[in-house]
Nanobody
């Protein structure tokens, strides 16, 4: 019964910073890729950033140079550091992880989402 729980969202002025955290709990044998997605009202969910178990990262072009992603495997946690925030970054941010639990198979898990609102 794996759960992902995000924290760190909130209201911030343009140009400000936030750090999102996502902690996985439950019976976890392995975690491969982890990532952050976001979804604004009326728009599709999009990948913001991802990180592999080996530490390789990818970023959406709209956030490259402003956001960083990192992970702490000892804590089963992934972070998203967001700097120079823009109103266009306003969205619900979702944590995603590929996890092997009690099953032989890996599967994707999602957090409940955390709201990030950037005011102009």
């Amino acid at each position: 019964q794996v759960q992902l729980v995000e924290s760190g969202g909130g209201l911030v002025q343009a140009g400000g910073s936030l750090r999102l955290s996502c902690a996985a709990s439950g019976t976890i044998l392995n975690i491969n890729d982890m990532g952050w997605y976001r979804q604004a009202p009326g728009k599709q969910r999009e990948l913001v950033a991802s990180i592999t178990s080996g530490g390789s990262t990818n970023f959406a072009g709209s956030v490259k140079g402003r956001f960083t992603i990192s992970r702490d495997d000892a804590k089963n946690t992934v972070y998203l550091q967001m700097n120079s925030l823009k109103p266009e970054d306003t969205a619900v941010y979702f944590c995603n992880a590929v996890i092997r639990s009690t099953s032989f198979y890996f599967r994707e898990y999602w957090g409940q989402g955390t709201q990030v609102t950037v005011s102009s």
